[in-house]
């Protein structure tokens, strides 16, 4: 279902650098999005379901594309967060489309919402990387000790001392 056409991908070849063909990709899977909700609000979902695989195509190639260049520089961070920032836009406008489709079609927005949705997550967890700390695991505190020797709250064991008069 996910195809990005020869006309596309010239111009995203034609980019002079990461951020230009990322913002080019960008608005094209937008261009693409644009048309397919067009064709659900006229009842054309073939064509929807057309314009959703240029739309998935688009946003697989641009997470390619970001995943070969170098993580640990600012700028490929910065290419995570626009690509992050477009997907979060993205994920309501699939949803409100699958709502008003009807079932047979319905599956198709579904897999779109979905891989939206965990494409974003790839993306966070690339932006962020390994900057994040990690929690300590359940078992343990901060300090080490386990969890069921936390101290207690000794104003709660005093009841004539906490109330007032």
């Known amino acids: 279902m ?47 379901s057309e314009e959703l695989g240029g739309y998935l195509g688009l946003i697989d190639n641009a997470l390619g594309f970001i995943g070969d260049l170098v993580r640990d520089k600012g ?23 699958r709502r ?15 891989y939206a949705r965990d494409t974003r997550a790839d993306v966070l967890e690339s932006f962020y990387g390994h900057t994040v700390l990690r929690g300590a695991p359940e078992s343990q505190n901060l300090r080490g000790a386990p969890e069921s020797q936390k101290k207690t709250d000794k104003t709660k064991n ?4 906490n109330k007032r008069p």
């Open 75 to 97: 700028s490929t961070r910065d290419l995570y967060r626009h690509l992050d920032i477009a997907l979060r836009a993205h994920i309501p406008r699939i949803a409100v489309m």
């Open 100 to 114: 008003s489709t009807p079932a047979e079609y319905a599956g198709n927005l579904k897999a779109v919402e979905e």
């Open 2 to 48: 996910r195809f990005v056409s020869r006309a596309e991908r010239e111009q995203l070849n034609a980019a002079r650098d990461p951020k230009a063909r990322v913002r080019t990709t960008i608005d094209l899977a937008e261009d693409h999005l644009d048309r397919a909700e067009y064709y659900t609000a006229e009842k054309k979902f073939v064509p929807a």
């Open 158 to 161: 005093l009841p004539e001392e």
